[in-house]
Structures are given as C-alpha cells and as structure tokens.
C-alpha cells in the first residue's frame, strides 16, 4: 500500500541523492518494484557468529550447535550476493553476527558488499564501538544499530554477561555522533515492558540524545521459547502506535519508503546465515534456500510464493499470532536443527492464490 514520505524520508532520500546517487536511484523505484510484485528486501547478513558477550536473548546458539559440515560464506560469497541483489535493485545490507566490531574481517566484508551501490547498517552490542566507530564510518558503514536493554547500567550489564557493556555501549554512542556517523537504538519489547513506566523512560532519555529508538518485539525463540505471554496482541501494536505520535520511535511494521508493507518477510527483508541459508526473518529459522546453492532471486521468488510472505498482513505473525506461532514455529521447529528447510514447514496450502500485487 503505497502512501506519501514521511518529512524525516525526503530529507533521507536527498542525503542519499547527494552521497550515494545509485543508492538513490535504486530506492526511488522501490514503489514501483513493490507494487510489481518484487521483493525490496533489506538483506541482513549474519556473516560470523563469533560475539564478544553472552546476552540471555540470543538465539544464535541454535545455528551454531548445527554447524558441523557446513562451510561459512565467505566475502567472495558475499560479493556475488550483492552483485545479484544489486542486479534485482535492492539497495540496503545490514552487516550482523554476532558482533560485527569482531569480526577480522569487516573491511574486506564492506568492500564486497560495496559501499557505492548499498546503504549499509552495522550491529552492534556497543562494547567496541568507542574505538571501532571512525574506522568503520571510514570503510563505509552507513549507520549504526545499537542494542540497549535497559537505562539501568546493572541490569544491562547482567543481561548482557558482560561488566561495563552499559557504560561501553553510552561511549560508543558519544563517539558516533562526535564523528557524525548515524546510529539508532534497538531494544527487545514484551509486551509487559510495552506498557511500563521504565519502557517510556527508556525512549524519552534516547529521544534527548537525539536518538531513534527501533523496538524488537518479543518472540518466543532461543531463551523466549515457549513463552507465550511475552507476545503482543493488535491492543497492544495500536499503544506502541500511539507513542510513535509522542516520541522517535519505530518498529519493523511501521510504514517506510512510502509504503506500508505490514510484515516485510521477504517482501522488505531477508536474513542470511554464516552458512548461507536465506530466512523470512532474523527470528523465524527457516531456510527458502542457499545462497552458495541457488540463485538469489530464484531464493526470493520462492518465498514470494509462501502466502504469509506474499500476500499483505498487517501482523507480525512471530510477535503477535500466538495460534500461528504454535503450528509453525512450535510444531514445526521447536527441537530441529535449524533452519528448517521451508518445505518442511509449510505444505501446499499455504501457497499463495492472492498475491498482495494482485490484490
């Protein structure tokens, strides 16, 4: 559903006109392609799972336990990746992991990605970033995603296992914006933390920072498994919509590039795996196929043909549909080694027969 820019997107788009003209080419037809039917996915790449803390949140132990035999991309693989995304007109990466400030590797990483033809987002748990900022704003890196828990240095700290992260990550920020590379917080929400007092407060100390703060909605995977009363329900989307009226505040649903595509799996965004498996989403672990194996737009045609990635649902099905969660996340994935190859979660009823550009 196509709709007009946001003030905040027009200024966006006339910094990218200016600094990244093919970036801006490829993003001013992202309307059009939507309404194709092709994907304009924001392709997150989990390159390395090495990471320098143990939060209580991650999930990525679950690929890391199904490792054995499996060769990790590397930046020539990454390379033919953006060479066939650009092709397709996709226009954005985000570099993840584990923790991208420790990968050995990144320069090489960002030069195949290609700074020239993608805007580029970063990671990051905030510990290296003081003394990794200038470096990685000099290689090419766009945009910082800061992870924060809570304002409260302790509890930060224990979530995250490691002493001082709170403190490191407050560095970090402070360095980014004395260099002026462009960052925004990112913080888990369930729906107990969505109504507190502690959440708001949270949001209001980054908005003074003059930071965005991008909310992760809760899903019951890795340490959340299971727990079902952490998810949001539509009451609960409609309050967060409200304080997006209040403050700077955002979540994966809320409407960009002059669409409202509702859940973006695969349509706006794709994960790819250290091993190459190309998931919906960061927290649904299941493979629409490998890119050392198949195609890239051969991979997303595919999951285009998934109805829950191809029709429009204004749902996040992993943070809100508790029912859907239990048939294909719990009965399908739950205590499989991951990610579990897309044929083996859905059957031939859940091909879609009204694609949303048919609509």
């Given at each position: 559903?196509?709709?007009?820019?946001?003030?905040?997107?027009?200024?966006?788009?006339?910094?990218?006109?200016?600094?990244?003209?093919?970036?801006?080419?490829?993003?001013?037809?992202?309307?059009?392609?939507?309404?194709?039917?092709?994907?304009?996915?924001?392709?997150?790449?989990?390159?390395?799972?090495?990471?320098?803390?143990?939060?209580?949140?991650?999930?990525?132990?679950?690929?890391?336990?199904?490792?054995?035999?499996?060769?990790?991309?590397?930046?020539?693989d990454?390379?033919?990746?953006?060479?066939?995304?650009?092709e397709?007109?996709?226009?954005?990466?985000?570099?993840?992991?584990?923790?991208?400030?420790t990968?050995?590797?990144l320069?090489?990483?960002?030069?195949?990605?290609?700074?020239?033809?993608?805007?580029?987002?970063?990671?990051?748990?905030?510990?290296?970033?003081?003394?990794?900022?200038?470096?990685?704003?000099?290689?090419?890196?766009?945009?910082?995603?800061?992870?924060?828990?809570?304002?409260?240095?302790?509890?930060?700290?224990?979530?995250?296992?490691?002493?001082?992260?709170?403190?490191?990550?407050m560095?970090?920020?402070?360095?980014?914006?004395?260099?002026?590379?462009?960052?925004?917080?990112?913080?888990?929400?369930?729906?107990?933390?969505?109504?507190?007092?502690?959440?708001?407060?949270?949001?209001?100390?980054?908005?003074?920072?003059?930071?965005?703060?991008?909310?992760?909605?809760?899903?019951?995977?890795?340490?959340?498994?299971?727990?079902?009363?952490?998810?949001?329900?539509?009451?609960?989307?409609?309050?967060?919509?409200?304080?997006?009226?209040?403050?700077?505040?955002?979540?994966?649903?809320?409407p960009?590039?002059?669409?409202?595509?509702?859940?973006?799996?695969?349509?706006?965004?794709?994960?790819?795996?250290?091993?190459?498996?190309?998931?919906?989403?960061?927290?649904?672990?299941?493979?629409i196929?490998?890119?050392?194996?198949?195609?890239?737009?051969?991979?997303i045609?595919?999951?285009?043909?998934?109805?829950?990635?191809?029709?429009?649902?204004?749902?996040?099905?992993?943070?809100?549909?508790?029912?859907?969660v239990?048939?294909?996340?719990?009965?399908?994935?739950y205590?499989?080694?991951?990610?579990?190859?897309?044929?083996?979660?859905?059957?031939?009823?859940?091909?879609?027969?009204?694609?949303?550009?048919?609509?």
């Amino acid at each position: 559903m196509a709709r007009e820019l946001s003030e905040k997107e027009i200024r966006g788009r006339e910094y990218l006109k200016k600094t990244k003209p093919r970036v801006y080419e490829k993003v001013s037809q992202f309307v059009e392609k939507y309404n194709r039917g092709e994907s304009i996915a924001i392709i997150q790449l989990q390159y390395r799972y090495m990471c320098n803390m143990l939060c209580e949140h991650c999930s990525i132990e679950a690929y890391q336990k199904n490792a054995a035999g499996k060769r990790s991309i590397t930046p020539d693989d990454v390379r033919r990746l953006a060479d066939q995304a650009d092709e397709m007109g996709l226009a954005r990466f985000v570099i993840s992991g584990g923790e991208p400030t420790t990968f050995p590797d990144l320069d090489e990483l960002v030069e195949a990605i290609g700074p020239d033809r993608f805007f580029i987002n970063s990671d990051s748990n905030g510990y290296l970033l003081a003394e990794k900022a200038e470096h990685m704003k000099k290689i090419g890196i766009d945009r910082i995603q800061l992870s924060i828990d809570s304002l409260n240095p302790e509890e930060h700290d224990e979530f995250r296992r490691k002493p001082g992260a709170w403190q490191h990550a407050m560095d970090g920020i402070k360095e980014c914006q004395r260099i002026g590379l462009p960052l925004y917080i990112q913080t888990v929400v369930t729906k107990q933390r969505l109504h507190s007092e502690e959440f708001q407060e949270f949001v209001k100390f980054y908005n003074d920072m003059g930071l965005t703060v991008f909310i992760t909605f809760a899903k019951p995977i890795g340490a959340y498994e299971g727990h079902f009363e952490s998810m949001i329900d539509q009451k609960d989307l409609e309050f967060e919509r409200e304080l997006e009226k209040k403050y700077k505040l955002c979540t994966h649903l809320t409407p960009g590039y002059g669409l409202d595509m509702g859940c973006i799996g695969v349509k706006g965004f794709v994960s790819v795996t250290q091993y190459g498996d190309v998931q919906p989403c960061p927290y649904f672990h299941c493979s629409i196929g490998n890119i050392l194996e198949t195609p890239f737009k051969e991979i997303i045609q595919r999951g285009m043909e998934i109805k829950y990635f191809g029709e429009h649902y204004d749902e996040c099905f992993l943070a809100q549909d508790i029912p859907w969660v239990k048939k294909y996340v719990a009965g399908k994935i739950y205590g499989k080694p991951v990610p579990v190859p897309s044929d083996e979660v859905f059957g031939d009823e859940d091909i879609t027969t009204k694609p949303y550009w048919k609509g």
